[in-house]
């Protein structure tokens, strides 16, 4: 069956604030399409979303852009009751997601740092638009972590209540100038969503057909049996002194816990944990970071690889070989490395 008419079955089915709640859980791609209007870099939605643990929106669906992102925080109201009295004034109910509404505003005004560590913290953990791309990766728009206090949230509040056809000439006005009285608060009702089911076939099916390959499959597989595992952070489970290979490495946390710096033979490396895996960067003298290695299976194996890297630059320097030669020895390291060994908290190895 179609999405619209499984949406218009369901609708005609709900009772009460929680009676489309499920349908719209099981597709994320209609609420991140009801609320968002074009393409960013990244999209997420994330399904009864905490603010401070006092306050909580049933959804959150957000996109990055440049330097920012865009936040919508939702609402979502009975199906079958109206959003207006007759005289077209908001009902008990209305009014009651209005005050709610404003104690979230007040949330993201007085506690923007909190609330962009939370919004970080549930996609990386709870994500349900594109699970395989976003489950254990820190958020982040071009140059810029969602965490960073410079990013720019501009965040908008959405009501969802009661059905269009049930709406008179004089209610359908008084919907219409609803946000100018109401601190910019939005109302819609469910038909929007059927709308957007209707229009927008060929996304929806585009969307269902991704492909999702094995590695993420198995990360899937992983994270579903146990998503404590992939909240390693440098900052509280690495120490701040490693041994690797009988030489003690000093161990600088950097950003927010997912990577460290270190000092090999004079140069700069930085080494970035994703989902138990770990990626090199060598620092040039301008502060551009140069890739050398991704999914290395350790922290350990990361910081060999540097030495390595490094050396293999000081006889460039030193000798005139080309670059070209330095890149082809390594080559068979990145695809293959056959130097991974475990991580060890302070021992020789």
Known sequence: MMLKNRLVEALDQAKGERGLQKFLKDEPWLVWATFMSCGGHSEYVIPEFSLGGKYYADFVVMQSFSGGWNIAFIELEPVDENPFNKDGSPSKRLRGAIKQINDWQDFEKEQGAALRFQLADESKKRDTLYPERHLAREPRCPKMELRDPKTYLCCEYFIVMGRSSKLDEELIHAKSKFARHHNNVKLLTYDRFIDVAEKSISQYEYYQKRMIDEEDK???????????????????????????????????????GEGCAIDVLGSSYEIFEDRLTFSLNRIESDGLGIPVAENLESLSAAIQLAEIHERFIHFHVHTNHSLDLVDECLQPLRDNPPYLIEQDSGEDE
């Open 218 to 256: 198995l990360f899937l597989t992983k994270f579903a049996e146990d998503p404590a595992q992939f909240e390693r952070q440098f900052a509280e489970n690495h120490p701040n002194e490693i041994i690797v290979c009988g030489t003690p490495y000093k161990v600088h946390p950097i950003g927010d």
